[in-house]
């Protein structure tokens, strides 16, 4: 009689932690209310949004060098040695991706999503967190967060002079840099990532304007690079 009271409770108890667990599990997976989805989605009030009030590097006003002509960098500048780290000439960038779905919600913002939609050209200097938020915005492929061919401790504060560059829609074929500008040439493509890295211990510490541009001059994006660590 004592042993068929003990397995009744026994089952009693597991009965209960199966509910209970089950009712947590239904808590973490509610669905969001409208309001909480929309303020994941869009600002509070309607109102106008320039990239560069969202990313810092977009805004050309911070640099106050005189900008000198692409073809004058393309044609004086020193050559800079450049390592590819991946590239994939057929891929096709995304027009939305799952990991952007409010249900995630850290990355689904869709002023911040259109700023960097608005770009093919984005730098990285350093930090875990700063890639995997910048992969995940760019939905980039797996296997393009890997070690640098340059030196196995860049992105470190062991070597912290190294950039890494990724492109959309263009295959590099060199970079120049003269004075404060480094200029990528290269072909414009209708689909492709790339992903190089290049030194900048020889570089003065200084912001410098990166610009993306075709081998006859013609500019097709910019970022400001800020070189803070040598």
């Known amino acids: 009689m ?10 009693c108890f597991f009965l209960f932690f199966q509910y209970t667990k089950i009712g947590v599990a239904k808590n973490e997976h509610t669905p969001m209310k409208c309001e909480e989805k929309l303020n994941l989605l869009e600002p509070a009030k309607p109102k106008t949004i320039y990239d560069y009030e969202l990313l810092p590097e977009r805004n050309i006003s911070t640099f106050k060098e005189k900008v000198l002509p692409v073809s004058l960098v393309q044609k004086k500048g020193n050559k800079v040695p450049f390592a590819i780290a991946y590239k994939n000439l057929n891929w096709q960038r995304p027009a939305y991706d799952s990991i952007w779905h409010s249900s995630l919600r850290r990355w689904s913002y869709v002023p911040l999503n259109m700023a960097y939609q608005q770009h093919i050209v984005y730098s ?26 340059i030196n196995e401790y860049a992105f470190t504060i062991k070597y912290p002079y190294v950039v890494r560059l990724v492109v959309f829609n263009f295959n590099i074929t060199s970079i120049k840099y003269y004075k404060n500008q480094i200029v990528f040439s ?15 211990r ?5 912001k410098k304007l990166l610009q993306l541009a075709t081998p006859d001059g013609y500019e097709l994006d910019y970022l400001i690079l800020y070189l803070s660590n040598h």
């Not at 990285?124 to 061919?149: E, H, K, V």
């Not at 020889?202 to 200084?206: K, L, W």
């Open 124 to 149: 990285y200097q350093g930090g875990l967190s700063y890639w995997y938020d910048l992969s995940s915005y760019l939905a980039l492929p797996n296997g393009t967060g890997g070690p640098s061919p």
């Open 2 to 11: 004592k042993k068929r009271r003990f397995c009744i409770s026994i089952l």
């Open 202 to 206: 020889n570089f003065s510490d200084s």
């Open 186 to 200: 290269g072909v414009p493509l209708r689909k492709g990532l790339t992903i190089v890295d290049f030194d900048t």
